[in-house]
């Protein structure tokens, strides 16, 4: 293992009145601004609040629509679930999951037995390949656990921000924000946090949602935008929030 290299100093440099370091030791360092916390909102902090207490009121401990029984088995059911609905991932999985619930079952049961069970979801093939892959890792890197550290996760084959998020959430009770396409809908109609990617939609909502409502905000948005505030048409006469709603086209 090479050794580590000291910093070089800085050298001495020449003054009007004589030869000083880059730094005086006793010159105070310049005092370092104070980064403001992202906050690009359309509504008020009242009107923020009063979002989340109109979701929460409909569905106060919003549950995921996958079904899984441990960590890696949600895992592997929302990495199968990119372009594909919950429900149907979740016909696909019951089987799989009966057969293998563990990265070691999974790995052991192998890409073409995997294929077989998912082949009615989208992009099967390379799904089943990737689900395969990550849990030879697991097995080998982890012991088959699945790890509560976002860095790690995104590693994974198949696995990227928005599933390590998810699994983060759900499985570990974290308060983060997993940005799919309802929620993106959802963050940029109402002007909760709107942002030309999932990322920017996804730093906006760290930076306006209230911590009281940080755990659920994920499943409320997903929701809002899955049954109510859908893409084709909105179900504005449906939807509670739409006094607060800055969508200029909303639905009768």
């Not at 050298?11 to 030869?19: D, L, N, Q």
């Not at 906050?39 to 207490?53: M, N, W």
């Not at 999985?93 to 619930?101: G, M, S, V």
């Not at 009770?173 to 990322?199: C, M, Q, W, Y």
Request: proline share 7%; with cysteine.
């Amino acid at each position: 293992m090479s050794k580590i290299q000291p910093t070089p100093k800085r050298p001495a440099r020449k003054t009007a009145t004589g030869t000083e370091t880059a730094r005086s030791a006793t010159a105070k360092p310049a005092p370092r601004k104070r980064t403001a916390k992202r906050r690009k909102t359309l509504l008020t902090p009242e009107e923020i609040d009063r979002l989340f207490a109109a979701l929460q009121k409909t569905d106060p401990e919003p549950k995921s629509e996958l079904e899984y029984v441990n960590p890696f088995t949600l895992l592997v059911a929302v990495v199968l679930s990119a372009q594909a609905t919950d429900a149907g991932v979740n016909k696909a999985t019951r089987a799989l999951f009966a057969e293998a619930d563990t990265a070691q079952k999974m790995a052991a049961l192998g890409e073409d037995a995997v294929r077989e069970h998912i082949k009615t979801i989208g992009l099967f093939r390379n799904k089943a390949k990737n689900v395969v892959a990550l849990s030879k890792r697991l097995v080998a890197e982890t012991g088959g656990d699945v790890p509560r550290d976002r860095d790690y996760l995104e590693t994974l084959p198949g696995v990227g921000r928005k599933t390590a998020n998810v699994v983060l959430n759900v499985a570990y009770g974290e308060p983060t924000i997993a940005v799919d396409t309802h929620i993106f809908r959802v963050s940029n109609r109402t002007g909760l946090a709107p942002g030309k990617d999932p990322l920017e939609v996804e730093r906006g909502l760290e930076a306006v949602v209230p911590d009281t409502y940080r755990l659920y905000a994920h499943h409320w948005l997903i929701l809002h935008g899955r049954y109510i505030c859908k893409a084709r048409k909105p179900a504005c006469d449906r939807c509670v929030i739409r006094d607060i709603c800055k969508y200029p086209d909303k639905t009768a």
